[in-house]
């Protein structure tokens, strides 16, 4: 006996018969995953890390004082990151890393230029 695979009902099908498939759903509308009532996850903000990191990064432009806010919003963000009601670890950690870098940077940098100014004014051109 031959097997024609474009037939389905043959007698001696040796996969037995396939189930219909349901019908799709209409256009742009997708099923639950998990069951009948499934709900996706709800994201929680992440305001105050994405806050600590842009400010971080504006206080190369600013002298490092948008930074002083960043770290301060990045520390915030830890907080409630730490409590569970906001998510971002990873920006606000860098939002405090950057935002403490840039301020001893530009303390330092303005120290330099003090002393300097002050080792200027006291030389002797004799």
Aim: charged share 10%; with cysteine.
């Amino acid at each position: 006996m031959t097997y024609d695979p474009y037939n389905p009902k043959q007698p001696g099908d040796p996969y037995g018969q396939q189930q219909p498939y349901g019908q799709p759903g209409p256009y742009g509308q997708q099923q639950p995953m998990y069951g009948y009532g499934y709900q996706p996850p709800v994201q929680k903000p992440q305001t105050n890390a994405i806050l600590a990191l842009v400010l971080s990064c504006v206080g190369f432009v600013s002298c490092g004082l948008t930074a002083i806010a960043g770290v301060i919003f990045g520390h915030i963000a830890l907080g409630r990151i730490k409590r569970g009601e906001e998510d971002g670890h990873g920006m606000a950690l860098a939002g405090v890393i950057v935002g403490y870098v840039l301020i001893v940077g530009w303390l330092a940098y303005f120290a330099f230029i003090i002393i300097a100014v002050i080792a200027a004014a006291n030389s002797n051109t004799y």
